[in-house]
């Protein structure tokens, strides 16, 4: 029995992440806050012990935050988010692995100990599921393929949670909640993070 991580990243280029950030602090800004939110998604994962795989919105970098030796590296294939994420878990499930776990790179507060709980969750849910603050997830992990967990959700909304909760209720899925935490999307949650962290995660400074 195999457990596997999955990670979606974009690939960082000025003007292509953290667009809805860099509109009020400036793409160099909002590129240089998504870098640390790699690193620091790259730093929690990287010694827990299961299977890792980035896929990379774009191409694949050889060098870069996710070490070879510690990372499986792929791409991201589909139309939307919802088949983008489908078709991974689908990949990962073809190689025998039990339990998946897929999270992005925008959760600052997201740590191993979540992670690995989440896991643990896993043992006795059909799914699992990381509420965001914004009303998204910011962590999904389920057993099984379940197609439509993907069909059919607004994304980029402040129902995708709800929506997927309700389909999980609606197709007779036991679900286990975690923790609720808070993305890194917009200007106000930067300052957030500052403010109730103590700045450390040492963003840049908003004027």
């Not at 953290?18 to 870098?35: C, E, F």
């Not at 990379?56 to 935050?65: E, F, G, H, K, R």
């Not at 929506?163 to 993305?183: A, F, Q, V």
């Amino acid at each position: 029995m195999k457990d596997a991580l999955i990670i979606f990243a974009k690939n960082p280029e000025r003007g292509k992440v953290k667009t809805r950030l860099a509109a009020t602090i400036g793409k160099d800004a909002a590129l240089s806050v998504y870098q640390r939110l790699l690193s620091h998604t790259a730093s929690i994962t990287k010694f827990i012990l299961v299977d890792k795989f980035v896929f990379y919105s774009d191409n694949i970098l050889q060098q870069d935050v996710w070490c070879n030796d510690l990372f499986f590296k792929q791409t991201q294939e589909g139309n939307d988010l919802g088949e983008r994420m489908k078709n991974a878990f689908a990949a990962i499930f073809r190689k025998d692995y039990s339990k998946i776990i897929i999270i992005g790179t925008d959760c600052p507060d997201l740590n191993a100990d979540v992670i690995t709980h989440a896991f643990k969750c896993l043992d006795s849910h059909d799914v699992v599921i990381g509420p965001a603050h914004d009303g998204g997830y910011y962590l999904l992990g389920i057993k099984q393929l379940c197609s439509q967990l993907f069909q059919n959700i607004r994304w980029s909304t402040h129902t995708v949670f709800e929506d997927t909760r309700m389909k999980c209720e609606h197709l007779n899925l036991n679900y286990s909640l975690l923790p609720t935490l808070r993305d890194l999307d917009l200007e106000e949650d930067l300052k957030y993070f500052k403010t109730e962290n103590n700045d450390q995660h040492h963003y840049p400074d908003v004027q």
